[in-house]
């Protein structure tokens, strides 16, 4: 399984954009970069994924380096809500039938928005 | 979008009794369910997956007559903990994936205490 990469905290004021870097160097071709947040106590919540071209929601934006080997998470518009653990996830290949394979989660990145 | 809705929210119990946490998919069959555990400030550790109308696959380590997983139909999976013990005092997360939406989607988790 590809292993993700992420510093373990960061800091951003509100209102300003939140940049979250991700490395996935050992990543292969078939394997999409997920990223996920969690907010304490609660479940994670799902926020963007893409395979190889950049993606954009109403979340947020995913930048992939052309290599694959990292990832940008960026939050255009930070709020206190915000705050949260973010996990950058490499999708496993299933080797069954169906479509998804497991998700395994590294240590994520405390985001903290600040007034 | 795809809601999983997970019960109880928490739970607390005595030593050497069990206790069942189900994990419901409410707009959407689930093929496919994946169970975690997480330990304060700690990452997600990945438990079981289970397959609808099969047996549950484990993570290594995780011992599955202690940690009973069923998925008797698309829309739920239960996790049972028997004989509970302290340690088994732990935040319980499941997860479904669905061919139809974009990704994995969260249920709420279950705080479990055993006293």
């Known amino acids: 399984d590809a292993k993700t990469t992420q510093p373990p905290s960061m800091d951003c004021a509100e209102g300003r954009a939140a940049n979250l870097p991700c490395n996935h160097s050992?990543?292969?071709?078939?394997?999409?970069v997920y990223w996920y947040r969690q907010i304490h106590s609660q479940g994670p919540q799902y926020i963007i994924h893409?395979?190889?071209n950049n993606e954009t929601n109403e979340m947020a934006s995913l930048i992939i380096t052309e290599d694959r080997k990292s990832s940008t998470l960026i939050l255009p518009h930070a709020t206190l809500r915000d705050t949260a653990v973010y996990y950058c996830i490499v999708r496993v290949p299933n080797a069954g039938g169906t479509s998804y394979g497991k998700l395994t989660f590294g240590q994520g990145t405390i985001l903290t928005v600040h007034p | 979008g795809a809601v999983v809705s997970q019960h109880p929210s928490r739970v607390i119990c005595k030593s050497g009794t069990s206790v069942k946490i189900e994990c419901r998919s409410l707009?959407?069959?689930?093929?496919?369910m994946f169970w975690y555990r997480q330990f304060p400030k700690k990452s997600l550790m990945l438990m079981a997956t289970s397959n609808e109308g099969s047996k549950a696959t484990y993570e290594q380590g995780v011992e599955k007559d202690k940690f009973l997983i069923n998925h008797a139909s698309l829309t739920l999976s239960t996790l049972t903990v028997t004989s509970a013990h302290p340690e088994d005092s732990s935040f319980y997360i499941c997860?479904?994936?669905?061919?139809?939406?974009?990704?994995?989607?969260f249920g709420s988790g279950t705080r479990l205490t055993v006293v």
């Open positions: 893409g395979l190889k």
């Open positions: 050992t990543i292969s071709g078939n394997e999409y």
């Open positions: 707009d959407f069959q689930a093929t496919t």
């Open positions: 997860s479904a994936s669905d061919r139809g939406t974009k990704g994995y989607t």
